[in-house]
């Protein structure tokens, strides 16, 4: 379809007498449009009994969907909720039919194999900014949390948690507040063998949505026993966030050393709340920690912004003989000297490493070939392509055999280029090796020969 504004445009310029006709018309052909057409004319009380009815339909249903029948599955749902979006000029007639169709989660989940995560953003998403968007419009202020505690009790999956997480979005602090109370007064805090409950999730995400570190504290250490980790960098990103940086420091120092760098969140936390508390030389200094484990241009953007783009150079120089003189491979490592333009150490790096060389990593190293390729080092790309072939052979990767080939006709190409092997073998000889080991390989050779492969003298 064309650019959608410029549809509707022309299709406004048509007049509601011809659409009419024309849908009147496909209506008899299509039995999809000529439903769409009923709901689309439907008197208010009657669409939101049809909405009823469909919801349990989809509530009683028995059949399994395997994970082929997901997508024909969520598009029935996205268009109850598009009906149900069609009434939102009427919140309290909409909502109770969002929380209906949030109920049917737990017997959707439990026939439906959503190993793809289709159906669950169809409620965590679709459901859930359709219930933001009617229920901050909603007159009545107590039908949103009322719905919301009626959701929780039951959330086997969950999946309604998500309208919890966006209640900024439709409640004001007062309200969210006394929602949180609501919560608290009913919570079960141990829940024995069953992990940590609905209402303690709630209550934790209200807490850290409206900045209660207090609260947010009390229930994780009521409800697990203990503070671990992850709640203490938690605790910490909240102080953080209600501008407390010297209690954030407080919170990630309190983190067991051997448990640090939770997927780098602390350290990225730590480096904002020391530049916040204006001690700029420890936060240069874990910046460069940071930009040398890493070596990638989003910390080095970090670094500089603390030191100051006038050490570009002189970083990058360092970095780039830190790398040279490593004592072990790091792809990391040659994917920096490659991006600094530093070309010349980055095939000698790959020369000196190149039995190290992983062609599993193949996205990392099929870029660096491209790259390396590109800027006029055909060595070092065939070493990259070398190690990808091998990755594919080795494994007998048969449904990886199309690229296979591809690496190997660009090492044809490629060879063609090279005047001095550097003490590695040149490509005659490494064909020879090839098929000393993969000969048996015969759909590989046999793509390989369709493909033009071999045909080079």
Known sequence: MKNQKETRDRLQVLGVDRLADELLRMAKLDSAVA???NRLTMPREELSHNIGQRIASLKRRRRFHDWRETDDLAQEMLQLLGDIGSLEQDPAGALPLLEKFFQTDNPTFERVDDSSGIISS???????????RIARACPDRALPPKILLRLLRDDRWDIRLALVDKAAQYLDREEMAALLESFRQRAVYQNEGHGVSSDVHAIESLARQLGDV???????????GKLYPHDMLELAQVQFANGDAQAA???LDSIPADTRNLMGRDDELRLKVLGALGRTGEQSELAL?????SLDDAALADLLAIVGEERRAGIISAEVERVM???????????FLQRSGALNEAQDYLLRWRGAVDGNHYMELRDLATAMEAAGY???????YRALLESILQRAYRKAYYYAVRYLLQLDALASQITDWQGIEDHTQ???ALKAQHGRKHSFWKQYAERGGGSQK
């Open 35 to 37: 439903a769409a057409v």
């Open 122 to 132: 169809v409620y965590q998403y679709y459901a859930a900014e359709l219930f933001c």
């Open 214 to 224: 207090e609260v947010l504290e009390f229930t994780k250490r009521r409800a697990r």
């Open 249 to 251: 420091l407080d919170w």
């Open 289 to 293: 920690r940071l930009f040398r484990e």
């Open 325 to 335: 003189a490593g004592a072990q491979w790091s792809l990391p490592g040659a994917l």
């Open 378 to 384: 055909p060595l070092a790309a065939g070493i990259c």
């Open 430 to 432: 490494y064909m020879a």
